[in-house]
């Protein structure tokens, strides 16, 4: 069973940064989809960014110009850089793989942005 794990998220205050990054616990072939995913007390999940096999990128309105997805696809690891983090970033942060046969979810990490 792939396991996702992510790291790096925490406390920052308002203009910070993070970076979080997610690995998978075993190599994984032909992943469609590595994406970022972000759920608020009270709110549903929503999509933060993502990136497509061939390098494509898509990000929510809500965070372009501030968070940058990055891969490294013989490691099989996403990355997310936050920047300008502003108090509507806090959330539970979850990655996300998607391949033909799989979907696969790590268990989340907080992001807390506040002064």
């Known amino acids: 069973q792939v396991q996702l794990v992510e790291s790096g998220g925490g406390l920052v205050q308002p203009g910070g940064s993070l970076r979080l990054s997610c690995a998978a616990s075993r190599i994984i072939f032909k992943i469609n989809t590595m994406g970022w995913y972000r759920q608020a007390p009270g709110k549903q999940r929503e999509l933060v960014a993502a990136?497509?096999?061939?390098?494509?990128?898509n990000y929510a309105d809500s965070v372009k110009g501030r968070f940058t997805i990055s891969r490294d696809s013989a490691k099989n690891t996403v990355d997310l850089q936050m920047n300008s983090l502003k108090p509507d970033d806090t959330a539970v942060y979850y990655c996300?793989?998607?391949?033909?046969?799989?979907?696969?979810w790590g268990q989340g990490t907080q992001v807390t942005v506040s002064s």
């Open positions: 996300r793989f998607v391949t033909g046969t799989g979907d696969y």
């Open positions: 990136i497509i096999s061939r390098g494509g990128t």
